[in-house]
């Protein structure tokens, strides 16, 4: 199954993940410090799902939000969103890997989840190309993806909401990863590579971004209020996340 027929089954119900603890304590504080102040940028956000990091970057203060997906039903659910509650933010139904660097250029690009599933190195780079045409130079591309060097015998991120399991299978990239988001309503799983550290870095690289620097996640203050700090010791010592952040 593609990663579009995966994304278009799970639909509206991605909105959930965010509601889980690895995901609302760990990946969207961490990641949005990481984007830091977009005050009067522009911001692509792309394989931007329902649109939640779309919203968020325009509420705080990007002058503009162009999401990009290549799920429609994902992208149906965030326009849904935007007309209940509009903030001005874009959408589109589209391929990153077909990006047009003819029709706009921007100051920030976001990724959460989208180079591991380039199953190829050719793939992987043109990807990263891709980015690097739509920023305007000296823009920044921020990503977050699972941590390449994660250990699958260490502790278990079932705790804060999820699962990531090895499905056996080998892509040029790297191995294949099974992750499972453990909704209330009904577990969901999909599938995608995890890249090695020297894919992304020798990719990026090549596509023409400098400045590529390896940034960890961490748990936010509101996390340790609302579990304590034990509660997140397993995580610390098995982070399941990590970000990357470079320059074009």
């Not at 190195?121 to 990503?143: D, I, T, Y």
């Not at 509101?222 to 610390?236: E, K, M, Q």
């Amino acid at each position: 199954m593609s990663a579009q027929q995966t994304y278009d089954e799970i639909g509206e119900a991605f909105e959930g993940f965010k509601a889980l603890p690895l995901a609302q304590y760990v990946e969207a504080p961490s990641f949005l410090t990481l984007v830091g102040d977009v005050t009067g940028k522009k911001v692509i956000d792309l394989a931007c799902g329902t649109g939640f990091y779309s919203r968020e970057l325009k509420r705080r203060g990007a002058a503009d939000v162009f999401g990009v997906d290549i799920s429609g039903e994902m992208i149906g659910a965030a326009q849904r969103i935007e007309q209940a509650d509009p903030l001005g933010v874009r959408y589109e139904a589209g391929d990153v890997a077909d990006l047009s660097p003819a029709k706009e250029r921007f100051d920030v690009a976001t990724a959460v989840m989208l180079l591991n599933y380039a199953e190829t190195v050719a793939a992987f780079e043109h990807l990263c190309r891709k980015v690097h045409e739509s920023l305007n130079s000296g823009g920044e591309f921020f990503m977050l993806h699972q941590k390449p060097d994660y250990d699958f015998s260490g502790p278990s991120p079932r705790p804060y909401g999820f699962l990531t399991e090895l499905t056996g299978e080998e892509t040029e990239t790297g191995p294949r990863v099974r992750v499972t988001a453990l909704l209330q309503e009904a577990p969901i799983s999909f599938t995608s590579g995890l890249a090695r550290r020297e894919v992304f870095e020798t990719c990026l690289a090549t596509a023409g971004f400098s400045e590529i620097t390896w940034v960890p996640t961490e748990v936010s203050p509101a996390g340790i209020a609302a579990y304590g700090d034990g509660f997140w010791a397993d995580y610390r010592a098995n982070p399941a996340f990590e970000m990357l952040r470079c320059r074009a």
